[in-house]
Structure formats: C-alpha cells, structure tokens
C-alpha cells in the first residue's frame, strides 16, 4: 500500500494522503444509513489550543490527539441534543 512505503519527498504525496482519507470518511457516511446510524459533522476547530483540552490531558492521562478526538465526539453529542453529556 503506498500509504506505508510513503515517498514523503514526491510532491504530490500530501494531496494522495487528502484524498484518501477523504475517500475513506466518503465511505462511512454513505455506509451509515444502512445500520441506522446517523452521521453529524462537526467541526474540529479549536479542540487542541484549549483549557479544557490540557485539562482533559492531564485527568484522564490521554495524549494530545486522543484528548481533541473525545472534545470532538463530546462536541457531536451534545449538538445531537444530549445535554446530559456537557
């Protein structure tokens, strides 16, 4: 696969990488509906330059990455309408 040998030198290498992982989020959106679960979008901004973000780092002992997945998971819950997750 070329995601693994990844030639980060060719100039094209970070538009294969964008399309891929765009192709891949295409695919579980489309594949939702038919196991009836309902996909949000939300945007991820602001989850890494935060104080809730540090906070969550230092309590739950999680890495950067994995503490800005969880804010943006918390972020599509309670824009669902669960607000017994705030």
């Known amino acids: ?23 891949i989020i295409e695919r579980i959106a489309l594949k939702a509906p038919l196991y009836s679960i309902e996909v949000k979008y939300v945007s991820p901004r602001g989850t890494t330059n935060s104080d809730e973000h540090n906070e969550l780092m230092r309590k739950y002992r ?3 990455h994995t503490a800005s997945a969880y804010l ?14 705030e």
């Open 1 to 23: 696969m070329w995601v693994r040998g990844s030639d980060k030198s060719h100039e094209n290498y970070n538009h294969r990488v964008m399309v891929f992982r765009s192709s």
């Open 62 to 64: 999680l890495d950067r």
């Open 72 to 85: 943006i998971a918390l972020r599509g819950l309670i824009t669902n309408g669960n607000k017994h997750y």
